[in-house]
T-cell receptor
Framework: EAGVTQSPTHLIKTRGQQATLRCSPISGHTSVYWYQQALGLGLQFLLWYDEGEERNRGNFPPRFSGRQFPNYSSELNVNALELEDSALYLC???WGTGDFIFGPGTRLTVL | KQEVTQIPAALSVPEGENLVLNCSFTDSAIYNLQWFRQDPGKGLTSLLLIQSSQREQTSGRLNASLDKSSGRSTLYIAASQPGDSATYLCAVNTGFQKLVFGTGTRLLVSP
């Protein structure tokens, strides 16, 4: 069974640009979560999507947004990129209150 | 606000030792607790999930315990191997499927 997949693996942008990150959950998982792991800051919760709806949001500005598609895959958009947005962005999926299964991450570098 | 702390921050042991990683959390109102490992620059690998009603879970050489009332969990690794070298993270599910992560323990097992 395929795990959680994320694309791209690496993404390099400049300040002010927009970044789009993608995630495909494990088959049968309806929930997708996004986390940010910035250097020295640990893992921070960004967003939770379930059945196409945003269910919970972490303490991030509105320029971090996303959506979940009918096939449960998800997209994270970061607008007006700032240098401090450079981080590893991890996507996870789950079914109900079971294990969170994480993907390999997208490394975003903002120059 | 839930805070999760892991002690020690780093640990270096010779191969074959049994070791204990500690995780403490400030709010005992949790749904579950999950232990992960993270290799450098990679995503998270789920190790064990303990529901709030459970006291421990075992998988191979790993055993995790949970004492919700005291806000503590431990991860016991038996007969450590160099392949166990990684950062170990604990995360508590605080509700609305939000995981709050600890600061991690960086483990190095020497041959």
């Amino acid at each position: 069974e395929a795990g959680v997949t994320q694309s791209p693996t690496h993404l390099i942008k400049t300040r002010g640009q927009q970044a789009t990150l993608r995630c495909s959950p494990i088959s049968g998982h309806t929930s997708v979560y996004w986390y940010q792991q910035a250097l020295g800051l640990g893992l921070q919760f960004l967003l939770w999507y379930d059945e196409g709806e945003e269910r919970n949001r972490g303490n991030f500005p509105p320029r971090f947004s996303g959506r979940q598609f009918p096939n449960y895959s998800s997209e994270l958009n970061v607008n007006a990129l700032e240098l401090e947005d450079s981080a590893l962005y991890l996507c996870a999926s789950s079914w109900g209150t079971g294990d969170f299964i994480f993907g390999p991450g997208t490394r975003l570098t903002v120059l | 606000k839930q805070e999760v702390t892991q002690i020690p921050a780093a640990l270096s042991v010779p191969e074959g030792e049994n070791l204990v990683l500690n995780c403490s959390f400030t709010d005992s109102a949790i749904y579950n607790l999950q232990w992960f490992r993270q290799d450098p620059g990679k995503g998270l690998t789920s190790l064990l999930l303990i529901q709030s009603s459970q006291r421990e879970q075992t998988s191979g050489r790993l055993n995790a315990s949970l004492d919700k009332s005291s806000g503590r969990s431990t991860l016991y690794i038996a007969a450590s191997q160099p392949g166990d070298s990684a950062t170990y993270l604990c995360a508590v599910n605080t509700g609305f499927q939000k995981l709050v992560f600890g600061t991690g323990t960086r483990l190095l097992v020497s041959p």
